[in-house]
Each structure stands twice: as structure tokens, then as C-alpha cells.
């Protein structure tokens, strides 16, 4: 792809592979979202999430359907390497149990049900962090229409075997995508309101963990110059590569603009994946993309397999 890598900083230029080229695994989706890379099965899970299905992507089998239902956005695995996703259509986040059957890990919040739960990671303690913006109740195309009942569009923590999630940031327009720094003490969490409410900045905001699991608002770690921050993956060395209007922007954890991978289209999400970790799967509008970078993804204490051996809490 002709003038794919744009250089803002000499440092991304070891983040990258020069010679590597963008490769589309998938195209014909609505909107594609929530890419997770599964270690031990060597495959991919993503989202179509108008046509309410989650669909799987391996290395020579191509992609095929993986399950249907909930409208599911984000997901991630927990620390008993269950796969937990966030639906529109159930307004929750569910855990994938080994058989298949999904568990309800949170659905209501101070009694009231949530908006539409969009994005989720794990911090090695356990504990499951994800955002409730309303996208998938404002009309019938990624979930069901339906009325909020939240007076806001927080950011939420779940403690490990919490049947209730605890609200940790409730002044963000539409939180979507997050992810934890690489030592987990500081949370990114995306911006996008500004689809909706225009005056909305397309920042992705930085918060403290701090002990006890609360945080503390640290500023904003960068504003995209193109389009509306979505999903984002953070590498071994902390680098933030977030979604973009016009691919993927990659930010130093200080916040520098390092570079951009011009795609050519909005994008939605993004993990990295792949046998070594080095493989960035991008979701946009229609496609799914890869792309081998020179850089791991910051290894996950949940993303490859189960750290813990005795039954998830029920
Ligand atoms: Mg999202």
C-alpha cells in the first residue's frame, strides 16, 4: 500500500517493519469491532455488530461465523482465560464459559440497567474495566433502541466475583475504547463524543490507577488530528496505537505522535496477535486488516491462557 507508514517521530521507525504490507483477511462486514486474539487456539475473534455475529478469523481457514446474538462490541479474557464480551443487545457484559454457556457478569449498575457496554480489558489483579457509552441503544442498527437509564456514560470497574460494577469515571461524553499501560497504573480511555455532540475534543484521556482500584484524572495523553478515537492497543514498551479516522495513530506513552499507518479508511479497534505477538489485527468499517510490526504487544496477563486453574467465580 503506497505511502502506508507516515514518520512523525524517528522512533517509530523502529516500530516498524518497512518491507511489511498491509493484508485484508476479511472484507463484506457492516462494522466490524472487538478483535481478540486467542493464544492457545491460534485464532481471532471479532465483531460484526449490526449483523450480530461474532466471527472467527485462522491462519489458513479463513473466517467463518463463531456465534451469533447480543449485538457484541469489545471484548477480552478474564484471568480464568474466559473470553468476556460486552453486548449492545443485552446491555451487559458476559463471560464465555468452556461450554459455551454465557455468564452475566454485570448487566444493571445502581439498579438500573446499563447503556450499551462497548469496550473491556483486564488488569492482572483480576478486575474487568469497561465503558458504557450509548451507542447501542440510540437506534435499532448495532442493538436495540431503547431509553437510557443511566444518568451517564461512565467508565466501570468489576472486581473479580463483584456482582455489582463500580462507576470510576462519569465525566466523558461517549468512553469507548481503553486499555492499561503495560505496568497497569495508568488507564486510556477514548473520547468519542464527538460524534454526537460536536464540541466533544477526539481525545484519548489518561487516568491513575489507584490502589483500591479508583482514578485520578491525569489529563489527556494525545487529540487525533483525523477522525474519532475508538479502540486501542498498547505495545511492550507503551506505546498507545489508537484507531483513527484515517487508520492508526501511534502515540509514545508521553503522548508524542510517533507515526500513522495510513489506511485509507476508518478504522475501529485494534489488538496485536499472532504467534510472537507482533501482528496487529485491525478492525474497520468492512474489513478486517494485519499488519507485522517490529514491536510486541504488551503481554497481557489475561490474553493468552488461563492464569488461574480453580473455577471463575459464579
Ligand atoms: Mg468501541
Known amino acids: 500500500m503506497p505511502g502506508l507508514y507516515q514518520i512523525a517521530d524517528a522512533a517509530f521507525r523502529g516500530l516498524i517493519l518497512s518491507n511489511a504490507e498491509v493484508e485484508c483477511l476479511y472484507d463484506g462486514g457492516r462494522w466490524l469491532e ?28 479463513g473466517v467463518g461465523v463463531f456465534s451469533r446474538g447480543g449485538h457484541q462490541n ?12 460486552c453486548e449492545h443487545g443485552g446491555r451487559r457484559l458476559v463471560a464465555r464459559e468452556p461450554d459455551g454457556r454465557l455468564s452475566v457478569l454485570a448487566s444493571h449498575h445502581q439498579g438500573k440497567r446499563l447503556n450499551s457496554p462497548n469496550d473491556v480489558v483486564a488488569r492482572a489483579d483480576g478486575s474487568l474495566w469497561f465503558t458504557d457509552p450509548d451507542y447501542g ?56 463524543g464527538g460524534s454526537h455532540v460536536a464540541a466533544t475534543p477526539p481525545e484519548i ?64 479497534n485494534l489488538c496485536f496477535g499472532g504467534p510472537r505477538g507482533n501482528r496487529l489485527f485491525i478492525t474497520s468499517a468492512k474489513r478486517l486488516f494485519a499488519l507485522h510490526v517490529a514491536v510486541r504487544g504488551a503481554p497481557e496477563a489475561c490474553a493468552a491462557a488461563p492464569l488461574e486453574t480453580r473455577q471463575a467465580p459464579r
Open 74 to 85: 469489545g471484548r477480552t479474557r478474564d484471568r480464568w482465560g474466559r473470553v468476556v464480551a
Open 34 to 61: 472487538g478483535p481478540l486474539w486467542l493464544a492457545d487456539s491460534e485464532q481471532l475473534l471479532f465483531s460484526d455488530i449490526p449483523e450480530d455475529c461474532v466471527l472467527r478469523w485462522a491462519p489458513g481457514m
Open 137 to 192: 441503544i440510540l437506534t435499532d442498527y448495532e442493538g436495540v433502541r431503547s431509553a437510557p437509564e443511566q444518568p451517564a456514560c461512565h467508565v466501570f470497574r468489576l472486581d473479580a466475583g463483584a456482582g455489582e460494577p463500580q462507576a470510576v469515571v462519569g465525566t466523558m461524553v461517549k468512553p469507548n475504547g481503553l486499555a492499561f499501560s503495560p505496568d497497569g497504573q495508568w488507564l486510556y480511555v477514548a473520547e468519542s
Open 205 to 268: 484521556r489518561r487516568f491513575a490507577w489507584q490502589p483500591g482500584g479508583a482514578l485520578q484524572p491525569a489529563g489527556v495523553l494525545a487529540t487525533l488530528d483525523c477522525g474519532l478515537p475508538d479502540g486501542m492497543a498498547v505495545d511492550e514498551h507503551g506505546n498507545v496505537w489508537s484507531s483513527a479516522g484515517d487508520g492508526v495513530h501511534c502515540f509514545a506513552p508521553d503522548g508524542t505522535l510517533l507515526g500513522k499507518l495510513h489506511l485509507g479508511c476508518v478504522t475501529s
